[in-house]
Nanobody
């Protein structure tokens, strides 16, 4: 089970921090991250981070978003800075282990003045 929190309304240029807690059968080798889906668009990868440290970011968020993990707590975080209106979307926490994807319920991020 994945439980995400931290979404909300923020002005352009502002910051938000998303958190996601994984529970249940969590294997030591996995990949956790965030996807997002804007209205009328496909779900896209925002960032992910492997349990061994590998990290990927979408080009559109590089330099603005930072993903981090607490493996002991099975938590993943997404620090979002310099938010833009085009970052508005439902953000989904994702866990991949043994080639199986698990999804949390989305949390809405709205960037608007």
């Amino acid at each position: 089970q994945l439980q995400a929190s931290g979404g909300g309304l923020v002005q352009p240029g502002g910051s938000l921090r998303l958190s996601c807690a994984a529970s249940g059968s969590i294997f030591s080798i996995n990949n956790m991250g965030w996807f997002r889906q804007a209205p009328g668009k496909q779900r896209e990868l925002v960032a992910n981070k492997g349990s061994l440290g590998s990290t990927n970011y979408a080009d559109s968020v590089k330099g603005r978003f930072t993903i981090s993990r607490d493996n002991a707590k099975n938590m993943v975080y997404l620090q979002m800075n310099s938010l833009k209106p085009e970052d508005t979307a439902v953000y989904y926490c994702n866990l991949v282990q043994r080639s199986v994807h698990y999804w949390g319920k989305g949390t809405l991020v709205t960037v608007s003045s």
